[in-house]
């Protein structure tokens, strides 16, 4: 045992001693309150997320039947004559 | 489905209170080192085992096999590590009657707490504050001796030689 493990021992006592704290009653409640209303926050953000995923869906799809970009404009110039 | 969700919110609250009642004290003890506060006088410890307690909660359904100590201690250490400015290492004398780790920085705090009490390894401890290996390493020495050897007048270390007291006017000798 080298002369640092020996002096680490010695605070590693230092440090158990006391052993556990008491804890104080109403910790874990006030864990779990803060717990659970972090959980609601989360679920509540959540489909708030999927909320506005499934508007913007509808509001492409809307707008694509509408506007049907795929569809080949008119043309806006007369075609050439070839025979005349 | 509602059935489903308030039987999984039954079984949650159950092993999390079982997990709090195992692991609180102990969790407790090393949030109080932290905060260099007396044991019996330690809000501060307690409203950051509080709020590391409600972290492991609200993930309690997605641990996944994880340790939920070991979770706790991280969200424990990051939170305290983030709320401990100014981060230098400058004794802390907030309170001169405190715990055993009172004269120490924050990290150097951290650190013993992490190897010492805690038995973490040195990487693992490095990862968690980043910071390379070598200064865990070097702050867990620092933090020994300090701890060790109250910084009452120089106090030499065991391990070095005694400083040879210099004789008064030897440094005026030096400068000029």
Do not use: I
């Not at chain 2, 195992?22 to 085992?49: D, V």
């Not at chain 2, 981060?87 to 055993?100: E, L, N, V």
Request: with cysteine.
């Amino acid at each position: 045992m080298s002369q640092q493990e020996r002096r680490e021992a010695v605070v590693r006592e230092l440090l158990d001693a006391g052993g556990p704290a008491v804890v104080p009653p109403g910790l874990h409640e006030d864990a779990v309150r803060r717990g659970a209303r972090m959980l609601r926050r989360r679920t509540v953000a959540r489909r708030l997320l999927w909320l506005l995923l499934l508007a913007a869906v509808v509001a492409f799809a809307v707008w694509a039947a509408e506007v049907q970009p795929w569809v080949e404009p008119p043309s806006r110039t007369t075609p050439p004559l070839t025979r005349w | 489905m509602r059935e489903r969700q308030a039987a999984q919110q039954a079984r949650r609250a159950r092993e999390f209170q079982a997990f709090v009642a195992g692991a609180a004290g102990r969790l407790l003890h090393a949030a109080t080192l932290l905060t260099g506060e007396p044991p019996g006088a330690n809000p501060r410890a307690r409203a950051l085992l509080t709020a590391a307690l409600a972290s492991t909660y609200a993930s309690w359904d997605r641990l996944r096999g994880e340790d939920p100590y070991d979770r706790t201690r991280t969200a424990l250490v990051v939170r305290y590590a983030r709320g401990a400015r100014p981060w230098p290492r400058r004794p802390c004398r907030r309170r001169g009657d405190g715990g055993p780790l009172s004269r120490l920085s924050p990290q150097e705090r951290l650190v013993l707490v992490l190897r010492l009490y805690e038995g973490v390894a040195e990487e693992q401890t490095a990862a968690l504050l980043g910071l390379p290996p070598e200064r865990v390493r070097t702050l867990c020495a620092r933090a020994v001796s300090v701890v060790l050897h109250p910084p009452r007048g120089p106090a030499p270390l065991s391990a070095a030689p005694p400083v040879p007291p210099v004789p008064p006017g030897a440094l005026g000798k030096a400068a000029s």
